[in-house]
């Protein structure tokens, strides 16, 4: 058993690396064989937007270090992934990876690997998306989440006054080690992603966005619980996310060739008006 613990963070050995290395913690002393790595540590560019892996069906072609983060997530059988939270959201780094896993999504290549979303804030009250990030980051690969959580520390290191986070971590840790795959966390709002993004649509239906699960409250012993309809289904089921690629997705590739010439001519039109002769050309 292997599990590979990332941290998201610019502050070595601040809050997300010291709550990661409490997972990795618990699953040594399970006996796994552990990996440390910071995603600062390498150059992850961007996502070109170029979707040779999905047309060419090949990994990533920008040359850079995201090679070796594809490696360790191919070796471990559970991955702990940790953000700080900045501006209400996960560090862009985050984003930067789970764009570049585009393929690996498509081929469901990390279905069923266990994992472990924590983010970290400095305060109550100021957590935002980051958390859903990281748990959309999981469940697009296909990854069942084992627990996800906010821990909260706003100076380097002071993560470990929150004592129930730390161990929380390590427990995480134990429980990837010994195989676990199911979700052990608080339950939120939404069945699936346990996280509390269920928004009311016009049609006056809950909704899931981060699922893209309808549903109904339904009154169970004095409080409301959020119950998805039966039929609808979540984005993240591997058949959902097959019909999203193949249906979607490939098919745009021929339209787009299709109309390229007469876009090229729009856009040399709109440039010409535009007054497109500024140094972005
Ligand atoms: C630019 C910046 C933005 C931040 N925004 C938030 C925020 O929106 N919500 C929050 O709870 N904490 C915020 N924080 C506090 C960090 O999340 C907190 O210090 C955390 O412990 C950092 O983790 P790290 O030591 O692993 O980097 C912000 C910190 C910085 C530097």
Request: glycine share 12%; net charge neutral.
């Amino acid at each position: 058993m292997k599990i590979l613990g990332i941290s998201a963070s610019c502050r070595k050995w601040g809050n997300t690396e010291i709550l990661i290395r409490h997972v990795l913690q618990g699953a040594a002393e399970q006996g796994a064989e552990v990996q440390f790595l910071r995603l600062t540590d390498f150059t992850i560019s961007q996502c070109k937007g170029c979707l040779t892996c999905l047309f060419k069906d090949r990994d990533c072609i920008i040359r850079d270090d995201f090679a070796v983060i594809l490696e360790a997530l191919r070796q471990a059988d559970g991955v702990a992934l940790g953000s700080p939270i900045h501006n209400l959201f996960a560090a862009g780094s985050v984003q930067m990876l789970t764009a570049r896993l585009f393929r690996q999504a498509y081929h469901s290549e990390f279905s069923g690997k266990a994992g472990v979303a924590i983010t970290i804030g400095g305060m109550p009250g100021w957590e935002g998306w980051a958390l859903p990030q990281l748990v959309s980051f999981f469940l697009s690969l296909g990854m069942p989440l084992v627990d996800q959580f906010i821990g909260y520390g706003q100076g380097p290191g002071e993560i470990f006054y929150d004592i129930q986070s730390c161990n929380r971590a390590i427990e995480a840790g134990k429980l990837m080690a010994g195989g676990e795959t199911n979700f052990r966390g608080c339950p939120g709002t939404c069945p699936v992603c346990h996280c509390d993004l269920v928004f009311t649509r016009g049609d006056g239906r809950p909704y899931c966005t981060l699922c893209d699960l309808s549903g109904a409250w339904v009154e169970e012993g004095g409080t409301k619980r959020f119950v998805p309809l039966s039929g609808s289904r979540p984005r993240w089921q591997t058949m959902q996310i097959r019909d999203h690629f193949d249906n979607l997705i490939l098919p745009s590739g021929k339209r787009f060739l299709g109309r390229k010439e007469e876009i090229q001519a729009k856009l040399d039109a709109f440039r010409k008006g535009a007054g497109g002769s500024d140094s972005q050309d």
